[in-house]
């Protein structure tokens, strides 16, 4: 029974390091790691430098018919298991509303909301006892941002949709974890749209990649519904459940943020 890890968005920043920890066995005893991505160059990397088993899958998760290939070399694998999956793929576009291109908007809804989903309901049936899911949220998902209205919305439906899954799947012995880390300096940042408004956002500080990834694993290994790697972004968790929205927004044009 081949224990299997899948990782989204796995060729490069945060997904990269979540493959290097999990190579190095902080997800437990893992047999293969499933590394999905679009270049193909970024995943045979990954297949020369592991030392765990690694199965690389270049797709594009805006595609449907990526879920079915994955669903279905799952299906292929005698006693599959799957004992954790990532869901980390992403897209992020800065700005205005009426001025972020709708081709932008879809790109976003389709991997932050629609792929996630789409795995879980298609790696659950291969899932046991103590199986992990990781997905990536975002400290955009705390409070609803102005300039970055479809990517806080759609990280908070990570957040939401993971929390409630743990809550239902906490009795079989699977757990979800939300992790919801700063902005790292990754590829992400390379083409964030409204480059001026990235930079107001950004004003918060950023994290590093590996430490996040880290941070994440030992959450979901802990079953924990939430990882909040920064501590100061815990401050921030806290205090959007305490002050009104409108307060919020005032603060963060006070601190220069919006």
Known sequence: MPSIAIVTGASSGL??????????????????????????????????????TVRPFCMDLTDPVSFSILES?????????VSLLVNNAGAGAFGSFAHIERSAADSMLSLLVKAPVELIYRTLPFM???SRIVNVASVAAFIPQPKLAVYSACKRFVLDLS?????E??????HVTAVCPKFMKTEFLDAPGDAAAAAKMCAIGFEQ????AHAALRAANAGRSLCIPSCDMKALYLASHVLPYRATVAIQRALGIL
């Open 73 to 81: 070399a799952l299906s292929e694998t005698p006693a599959a298991s």
């Open 15 to 52: 997904g990269r390091e979540f493959v290097r920890r999990i190579d190095a066995g902080e997800a437990g005893p893992i047999d293969e790691i499933w590394v999905v991505a679009r270049r193909a160059e970024r995943l045979d990397s990954l297949v020369r430098t592991t030392s765990v």
């Open 169 to 174: 799947l906490g009795d079989a012995g699977i």
């Open 209 to 212: 990649a590996d430490d996040v």
């Open 163 to 167: 929390r409630s899954l743990d809550a």
């Open 128 to 130: 046991r006892p103590g």
